[in-house]
């Protein structure tokens, strides 16, 4: 069977590609440690797992849901971005719920884009801007973000380029993978950019509560709900990956043309899931303060095995991983990882991945007990004394 054209412009995911040789390298026996992915490996608050189970339990709530989502889920969105971010919502018309913020990228790109349009994208960012640009027929351009412009987007430089079929422009701070935090001055820049241009931002922001003292929205910029979509997601912050838990916030009007395409790919999320994430967005400081020392101590861990490497880091990163370059007696990550991986059964993941900006550095993730990352610090020093 011939797939469609617009399958030819996507690969295979790299980490589906790698994992099939990791499960290669596990049925020879070798036991690899992945510090690859990143799937927080802790549970959700058990009050959160309460939840789910008795509403669950309820016979009526097994049915189709509304396109929208439950009122009393996108209260608690609200409630919370008006708790941690500072940012007034308006729950009947300012929130669609994801099921997690992946989806939300794929349905604003076949809401705005035709063949023909462009919108911009990080180098490096997250493979799945590009790859969804792609599958409408729009082209994926990318901006770069490097040490010499800290990780932030050069407007100058992007303006002279043709910025006359751009339509969409893609950030993402904190960052991933760079770890580059968000910060208000950054966020004004990007919603003076998308004023002059009128070119819309989708600000993905499903990092702010890791390892960052104070969460930032782009839509806490004034006007930025004119011209800005937010994704953001429990996966990260309350350890819900799994349960595809997200949302959209924007302006009524985006929401509505955004609406009109996914209330065509899906009927609703199951009711006892966004109980209990709307339980979930009521945990407080607590929450966030215990689940961040449990990455401090693994991060202190991420620098000593970066250490035995040679990479350099920037201890100001925020987020789930740790980026690093890599030393000069590699040629670049790709190399290196293959080296971790090969001699050491570690996966480390190649920063290429992530778009060239990202050749001569290595990713580590924060998921993973504390034992995984000692495991590996003495598999690495094993191979040193060899
Ligand atoms: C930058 C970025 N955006 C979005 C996502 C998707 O998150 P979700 O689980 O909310 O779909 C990820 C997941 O790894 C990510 O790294």
């Not at 209990?276 to 991060?299: D, Q, V």
């Amino acid at each position: 069977m011939q797939v469609a054209k617009r399958l030819q412009a996507v690969e295979e995911y790299y980490f589906s590609k790698k994992l099939r040789e990791i499960d290669e390298m596990n049925k020879q026996g070798k036991n690899v440690i992945n510090l690859g992915i990143g799937s927080p490996d802790l549970p959700p608050h058990p009050e959160v797992i309460k939840v789910l189970n008795e509403v669950s339990a309820q016979p009526e709530v097994h049915g189709y849901q509304s396109y929208k989502g439950l009122p009393l889920f996108r209260e608690a969105v609200a409630g919370w971005y008006k708790k941690w971010y500072d940012v007034e919502l308006d729950p009947a018309t300012e929130i669609l719920p994801l099921m997690g913020s992946k989806e939300g990228i794929m349905h604003i790109c076949m809401t705005y884009l035709d063949e023909g349009d462009v919108a911009l994208v990080p180098n490096p960012g997250y493979p799945t801007y590009a790859s969804n640009i792609k599958l409408t027929g729009a082209e994926a351009r990318p901006y770069n973000l490097n040490e010499a412009n800290n990780w932030s987007p050069d407007f100058e430089e992007i303006e002279q380029q043709d910025l006359s079929k751009v339509k969409l422009l893609f950030v993402n701070y904190t960052q991933m993978p760079t770890g580059k935090a968000a910060s208000t001055a950054l966020f004004e820049k990007i919603i003076a950019f998308a004023q002059k241009h009128a070119i819309l931002v989708v600000h993905d922001n499903p990092y702010s509560f890791i390892l960052n003292e104070k969460p930032l929205s782009l839509l806490s910029i004034p006007g930025a709900k004119e011209v800005a979509v937010e994704l953001n997601s429990l996966s990260k912050s309350h350890n819900m990956a799994g349960w595809r838990m997200g949302m959209m916030l924007a302006g009524r009007q985006r929401i509505d043309e955004i609406l009109r395409f996914k209330s065509n790919m899906d009927s609703g999320m199951f009711a006892p899931l966004q109980h209990a994430a709307a339980r979930a967005l009521t945990l407080g400081k607590e929450w966030h303060e215990e689940l961040n020392k449990i990455y401090e101590s693994r991060r202190e861990k991420v620098y000593e095995l970066l250490n035995l490497l040679g990479c350099s880091y920037d201890k100001t990163q925020t987020g789930l991983f740790i980026w690093a370059k890599v030393p000069g007696e590699y040629a670049d990550g790709y190399q290196l990882a293959d080296d971790v991986l090969y001699k050491s059964n570690v996966f480390i993941t190649p920063g290429g991945i992530f778009g060239s900006e990202g050749n001569n550095y290595i990713r580590i993730s924060l998921c993973g007990n504390q034992q995984r990352f000692e495991d590996s610090i003495a598999r690495l020093k094993n191979v040193n004394k060899e």
